[in-house]
């Protein structure tokens, strides 16, 4: 069946000050072949966001933006459709990203020296947040089970008893894992949260991104979360939208709500980049989930690509399933090579570029998280490469 989209384009990231491509190696740029590290989609920004833009640089105007009725409507009709969520407009907080947002709640919840409880292994960048403004990480680990991660609700109990540790950041779809977290596990959290006063920033950015029948319950929606819960939306990974930098907060709690918007203003917070007003109006609509849609489809694809090549060559490594987010958590544990030689043989033989495990915290040691969004084909050609070098190297079965 012929495609709607083009995802089996690759998107020219040379010479525009694209981060990705300046910190890709010249040697794997020189075998012809791509970076899967970062969670950064591969494709061409959505044709919605990308003409919504260009109207609104055509109107010659592009002023202070604020969230106008109409941007409040189209924020809670999306919300309603794709992910079954009744927002209030009034909850809509816009900000200037997740990341940012992180901040800006560690400033409101805490004092400096003062703990952040988080998931490991976690995306880093909430840590690095909390660096940057004096605050302490609180490793609260994620447990293996039967092929399947779990939250170790005694140890959470344990970093949030402590009156010292009054934020927790939830990660769902978990990053980088790419574990949806179900209703009880939300809901033990909440109760947990409620009980010991802290509050709970749920980043679900990569909600729209779910696969094979998963849909993420926003953190909001979790019996006992209301008063404490404070929900990151945004249009970067579902969109191919990363480098704008903007967020939607969904605060429910009216006292809460003000709380931040305080701090936030604090922080130095002027308006909406205009651009990012004209991708969300533009993205939030029948075309952009057509384009989505169509993403999660041909993402899943690669994740299946990718699953089945490893069972089929290298059986000793493994792949989690991927229930939402566009990324792949790859366990590496099987060849038995200590860390050092597993990334030396990686990135410096088979120039398999990937995001290493470690990099997540405690429990990430062994393992790769690889980007999915990226065309079939730069997928094949480094798979093809990795097998050749497994080979050279007797690490075929």
Same mark, same amino acid.
């Given at each position: ?73 189209? @924020? ?16 809509? @907080? ?72 009054? $934020? ?66 945004? $249009? ?69 690509? @990718? ?45 398999? $570029? ?44």
């Amino acid at each position: 069946m012929e495609r709607r989209f083009d995802f089996d384009t690759l998107a020219d990231r040379a010479n525009i000050g694209c981060m990705k491509f300046l910190e890709t190696p010249q040697a794997v740029r020189a075998a012809g072949l791509i970076s899967f590290a970062g969670a950064e989609a591969d494709f061409k920004t959505a044709p919605a966001i990308m003409e919504g833009m260009i109207r609104r640089a055509r109107g010659g105007f592009l002023g202070y933006t604020v969230p106008d009725e109409a941007y409040r409507f189209t @924020v809670c009709s999306w919300m309603k459709r794709e992910r079954g969520w009744q927002v209030e407009p009034e909850w809509i @907080v816009p900000t200037g990203g997740t990341i940012r947002s992180v901040a800006t709640a560690l400033r409101m919840t805490t004092e400096p020296g003062e703990g952040m409880i988080v998931q490991p292994p976690v995306y880093f960048r909430y840590k690095q947040a909390a660096d940057r403004i004096g605050r302490k990480t609180v490793y609260n680990p994620l447990k293996r089970i039967n092929g399947r991660y779990e939250m170790d609700f005694g140890d959470l109990e344990r970093c949030m008893e402590n009156p010292k540790n009054r $934020l927790m950041v939830l990660c769902n779809p978990h990053n980088p894992i790419g574990q949806v977290w179900g209703p009880s596990d939300l809901a033990k959290v909440a109760r947990l949260a409620r009980q010991y006063g802290v509050t709970v920033f749920s980043d679900e950015i990569f909600a729209e991104t779910v696969y094979n029948g998963h849909q993420v319950q926003p953190y909001s929606e979790a019996a006992d979360a209301t008063e404490h819960a404070m929900v990151s939306t945004s $249009l970067g990974k579902a969109f191919s939208l990363t480098g704008v930098n903007f967020a939607n907060l969904i605060i429910p709690d009216r006292e809460l709500r003000e709380r931040f918007i305080a701090q936030r203003n604090g922080d130095h917070y002027g308006s909406i980049e205009p651009m990012a007003h004209a991708a969300m109006m533009a993205a939030y609509t029948n075309e952009g989930a057509a384009w989505l849609h169509a993403m999660n489809g041909y993402v899943l694809e690669n994740i299946q690509l @990718v699953r089945n090549f490893l069972a089929a060559h290298l059986p000793r490594v493994s792949a989690f399933e991927s229930e939402g987010a566009f990324i792949l958590w790859i366990d590496w544990h099987g060849l038995g090579l200590p860390e050092r030689q597993l990334h030396a043989f990686l990135e410096e033989e088979a120039l398999f $570029l990937t995001d290493r495990g470690e990099e997540y915290g405690p429990g990430g040691a062994g393992f790769t998280r690889m980007n999915m969004a990226s065309p079939k084909a730069e997928i094949q050609k480094a798979l093809d490469r990795l097998l050749a070098t497994a080979k050279k190297r007797g690490l075929v079965i």
